[in-house]
């Protein structure tokens, strides 16, 4: 089986089915302008409190990520924390003047992290969810993903629907995650803190295979080397924001602003290109 998979066409093929999608009603209609669709909750917007007055005191922008889940947020060989979401953090701190610090967290625990005020916000390739929007906002989205099977090269299936007792691992606290359970087929869901070590686990024969984003799996064949491939169609589209916290109205406004300038300056198609060869912001 060939490994070596062409991301641009894949990416391509993903966009089509956003498109699909968007036609028969099952995402939000982004329209001309890719940054117009998330509602907001105002929440009790607190008046004497203003984190984004608070981030241009201080100079700086603290934003979570998990650090394992390349190429969007990674540590390199260096022990630099790297990718497109780093990048993009950046882009938008600098929008805002100020320096942007990453913070990692276990994704299990990353909403709670926010909602606390550990740290100002997730920019960290998080899906936009009905059952996250009651906890928090989001950003207009900044990239399209689909959710992903991959399984063991020697799987002779063309779905995941077709394996029977299927043991497939998912990052703890995913949208994956909740997908399985309704899944009759697969009866032993592995969970992990990474999908390194979930791809890992493929690869040590402890799992038929994992769901992952179509771009990340794709990431981790082509890079580590994974005797993994994509089997099926993705299982679903998911629109990536950028978390903030209920009260932080104008912290979202600011976001959304800097997003939309990053957008029609280049600068957000130019860090794409860098990590993907390509645009993942569907219009």
Same mark, same amino acid.
């Given at each position: 089986?060939?490994?070596?998979?062409?991301?641009?066409?894949?990416?391509?093929?993903?966009?089509?089915?956003?498109?699909?999608?968007?036609?028969?009603?099952?995402?939000?209609?982004?329209?001309?302008?890719?940054?117009?669709?998330?509602?907001?909750?105002?929440?009790?917007?607190?008046?004497?409190?203003?984190?984004?007055?608070?981030?241009?005191?201080?100079?700086?922008?603290?934003?979570?990520?998990?650090?394992?889940?390349?190429?969007?947020?990674?540590?390199?060989?260096?022990?630099?924390?790297?990718?497109?979401?780093?990048?993009?953090?950046?882009?938008? &701190?600098?929008?805002?003047?100020?320096?942007?610090?990453?913070?990692?967290?276990?994704?299990?625990?990353?909403?709670?992290?926010?909602?606390?005020?550990?740290?100002?916000?997730?920019?960290?390739?998080? &899906?936009?969810?009905?059952?996250?929007?009651?906890?928090?906002?989001?950003?207009?989205?900044?990239?399209?993903?689909?959710?992903?099977?991959?399984?063991?090269?020697?799987? &002779?299936?063309?779905?995941?629907?077709?394996?029977?007792?299927?043991?497939?691992?998912?990052?703890?606290?995913?949208?994956?995650?909740?997908?399985?359970?309704?899944?009759?087929?697969?009866?032993?869901?592995?969970?992990?803190?990474?999908?390194?070590?979930?791809?890992?686990?493929?690869?040590?024969?402890?799992?038929?295979?994992?769901?992952?984003?179509?771009?990340?799996?794709?990431?981790?064949?082509?890079?580590?080397?994974?005797?993994?491939?994509?089997?099926?169609?993705?299982?679903?589209?998911?629109?990536?924001?950028? &978390?903030?916290?209920?009260?932080?109205?104008?912290?979202?406004?600011?976001?959304?602003?800097?997003?939309?300038?990053?957008?029609?300056?280049?600068?957000?198609?130019?860090?794409?290109?860098?990590?993907?060869?390509?645009?993942?912001?569907?219009?």
């Amino acid at each position: 089986m060939i490994r070596k998979i062409s991301i641009f066409l894949v990416i391509m093929m993903l966009f089509f089915m956003v498109g699909c999608a968007t036609e028969e009603g099952n995402l939000t209609d982004t329209g001309t302008d890719p940054v117009e669709d998330v509602e907001v909750d105002v929440g009790d917007n607190d008046s004497t409190k203003d984190t984004l007055d608070e981030i241009k005191e201080r100079g700086t922008l603290t934003f979570a990520m998990t650090g394992a889940y390349p190429p969007f947020n990674f540590i390199d060989e260096d022990g630099t924390l790297i990718g497109f979401d780093i990048d993009i953090a950046d882009a938008i &701190a600098e929008k805002i003047g100020v320096e942007a610090e990453p913070i990692t967290v276990l994704w299990d625990g990353i909403l709670t992290g926010l909602t606390s005020g550990r740290f100002d916000m997730i920019i960290g390739s998080m &899906a936009i969810t009905e059952e996250r929007l009651k906890e928090v906002n989001f950003s207009h989205p900044y990239y399209y993903d689909g959710a992903q099977f991959f399984g063991r090269e020697d799987l &002779a299936v063309s779905d995941l629907s077709e394996i029977e007792n299927a043991s497939v691992g998912v990052v703890t606290g995913t949208t994956f995650q909740n997908f399985l359970v309704e899944m009759e087929n697969v009866t032993d869901i592995l969970q992990f803190e990474s999908d390194v070590d979930n791809m890992r686990a493929v690869q040590q024969g402890r799992s038929d295979g994992l769901i992952t984003g179509l771009l990340v799996g794709l990431h981790g064949i082509e890079k580590f080397d994974m005797p993994l491939a994509p089997i099926g169609d993705p299982l679903y589209i998911e629109e990536i924001g950028i &978390a903030i916290r209920k009260d932080d109205i104008a912290l979202l406004e600011a976001v959304n602003t800097a997003l939309q300038e990053i957008i029609e300056d280049g600068t957000y198609e130019e860090i794409s290109y860098k990590w993907f060869g390509t645009s993942i912001l569907d219009n």
